[in-house]
């Protein structure tokens, strides 16, 4: 699998695509690089010399909301401030949650650490940079597993709360595990057919993703979300392994303007929040994250993408010069038959990978059936 940034690259909700230098030389960041990581530490800086003096001064105890997105997203609109805005309500001044947007307290790489340490008492976490961290939780991004976002992350969820995967998640308290289905392939040249993927270099969004593609004859790239817009127009990628609102999100449709319309995979991310905060709380205030977390916050959320999911088919669909394309009944069995080696590789490197697959499976089966 290529690389051109770090191990596990992440996905994430829709925003628009920003420059970035490409990391030619890993040994030493170019200077972009470098000013952006100043800029930052500066940002986090500022922000918690914010967050110092409000806790400072008399008030609820204040929790920090890590999300590493820009607010002009709905996204942001309907969930993030949708689930503070209850969340602080029913605390009754209990605590407050405070929202800090963009990379003013967290990246996309860094937030599970930050959590972790509690420099971000709750953060948006996309898992493919820390998804070594978490294989049993992979089970959620292979190919074919679920079809939807509704069932593969009230799926995982359950595998959390059965104890199958809880030993991942004893670093912070997930409240919420979130699944970016549909994961598929945008091009610039049309893709119908197996021989149409030989060679195409797209951009990854983690190990299983690369290895899938490998498998059906392409060549991954690991890319930042915000580096994929100006890679395609410099033409070092063809194209991108990408679910669909994040195509439209960041405008990629500029230049990609073929789109598959099966599946081949998803991407996880986790509301996340530190351990010992949450030990911190009153049990008032305990109960009030509680009942808005869990089955509830994952059920929600994953609802909202499939949501956005649908709303980007439609709106690519009816965009001048887009194609989406379905594969044939042919086709389709061909690529499925490609990509088994990649589950079965996963099953045998992941600790318990059969039964996490197999309790994965059973639990999408009840949900689908309304169970």
């Given at each position: 699998?290529?690389?051109?940034?770090?191990?596990d690259?992440?996905?994430?909700?829709?925003?628009?695509?920003?420059?970035?230098?490409?990391?030619?030389?890993?040994?030493?960041?170019?200077?972009?690089?470098?000013?952006?990581?100043?800029?930052q530490?500066?940002a986090?800086?500022?922000?918690?010399?914010?967050?110092?003096a409000?806790?400072?001064?008399?008030?609820?105890?204040?929790?920090?909301?890590?999300?590493?997105?820009?607010?002009?997203?709905?996204?942001?609109t309907?969930?993030?401030?949708g689930w503070?805005?209850?969340v602080?309500?029913?605390?009754?001044?209990?605590?407050?949650?405070?929202v800090?947007?963009?990379?003013?307290?967290?990246?996309?790489?860094?937030?599970?650490?930050?959590?972790?340490?509690?420099?971000?008492?709750?953060?948006?976490?996309?898992?493919?940079?820390?998804?070594?961290?978490?294989?049993?939780?992979?089970?959620?991004?292979?190919?074919?597993?679920?079809?939807?976002?509704?069932?593969?992350?009230?799926?995982?969820?359950?595998?959390?709360?059965?104890?199958?995967?809880?030993?991942?998640?004893?670093?912070?308290?997930?409240?919420?595990?979130?699944?970016?289905?549909?994961?598929?392939f945008?091009?610039?040249?049309?893709?119908?057919?197996?021989?149409?993927?030989?060679?195409?270099?797209l951009?990854?969004?983690?190990?299983?993703?690369?290895?899938?593609l490998?498998?059906?004859?392409?060549?991954p790239?690991?890319?930042?979300?915000?580096?994929l817009?100006?890679?395609?127009?410099?033409?070092t990628?063809?194209?991108?392994?990408?679910?669909?609102?994040?195509?439209?999100?960041?405008k990629?449709?500029?230049?990609v303007?073929?789109h598959?319309l099966?599946?081949?995979?998803?991407?996880?991310?986790?509301?996340?929040?530190?351990?010992?905060?949450?030990?911190?709380l009153?049990?008032?205030a305990?109960?009030?994250i509680?009942?808005n977390?869990?089955?509830?916050?994952?059920?929600?959320?994953?609802?909202?993408?499939?949501?956005?999911?649908?709303?980007?088919?439609?709106?690519?669909?009816?965009?001048?010069?887009?194609?989406?394309?379905?594969?044939?009944?042919?086709?389709?069995?061909?690529?499925?038959?490609?990509?088994?080696?990649?589950?079965?590789?996963?099953?045998?490197?992941?600790?318990?990978?059969?039964?996490?697959?197999a309790?994965?499976?059973?639990?999408?089966?009840?949900?689908?059936?309304?169970?």
């Open positions: 699998m290529s690389r051109t940034s770090r191990k690259l992440s996905d994430a909700a829709a925003a628009r695509p920003a420059r970035a230098a490409t990391r030619s030389d890993p040994a030493r960041p170019p200077a972009g690089s470098r000013r952006r990581s100043i800029l530490a500066v986090v800086a500022a922000a918690l010399a914010t967050y110092s409000a806790a400072c001064a008399a008030g609820p105890t204040l929790l920090r909301f890590a999300y590493p997105n820009p607010p002009n997203t709905v996204q942001y309907e969930m993030i401030q503070t805005q209850k602080n309500k029913e605390a009754d001044g209990a605590f407050h949650i405070q800090f947007v963009g990379n003013s307290l967290v990246d996309m790489h860094s937030a599970f650490d930050r959590v972790q340490n509690g420099i971000a008492d709750i953060a948006f976490c996309v898992l493919g940079p820390v998804s070594s961290q978490f294989p049993q939780t992979q089970v959620a991004t292979l190919p074919g597993v679920a079809r939807n976002a509704h069932d593969a992350g009230l799926a995982l969820q359950r595998l959390y709360d059965e104890n199958i995967i809880a030993n991942e998640w004893k670093r912070v308290k997930p409240l919420a595990f979130i699944i970016y289905p549909d994961l598929t945008h091009t610039a040249p049309m893709v119908k057919t197996l021989a149409d993927m030989k060679g195409l270099k951009s990854v969004q983690g190990r299983i993703a690369g290895e899938t490998e498998a059906l004859g392409g060549v790239i690991s890319l930042p979300l915000d580096e817009y100006e890679a395609l127009q410099r033409g990628i063809q194209g991108t392994t990408l679910g669909w609102p994040g195509v439209t999100g960041y990629l449709t500029d230049i303007r073929h598959l099966e599946p081949y995979g998803a991407v996880e991310a986790a509301i996340i929040m530190n351990n010992a905060t949450y030990a911190r009153s049990p008032q305990k109960h009030v509680d009942v977390s869990g089955t509830f916050f994952t059920t929600w959320f994953n609802k909202f993408v499939d949501g956005t999911t649908r709303q980007a088919i439609d709106d690519i669909r009816h965009m001048k010069d887009q194609t989406v394309t379905p594969l044939s009944p042919d086709q389709e069995a061909m690529w499925m038959a490609r990509i088994q080696p990649v589950i079965a590789a996963w099953e045998k490197r992941t600790p318990d990978g059969a039964r996490v697959l309790a994965f499976r059973k639990e999408v089966a009840a949900i689908s059936s309304g169970s």
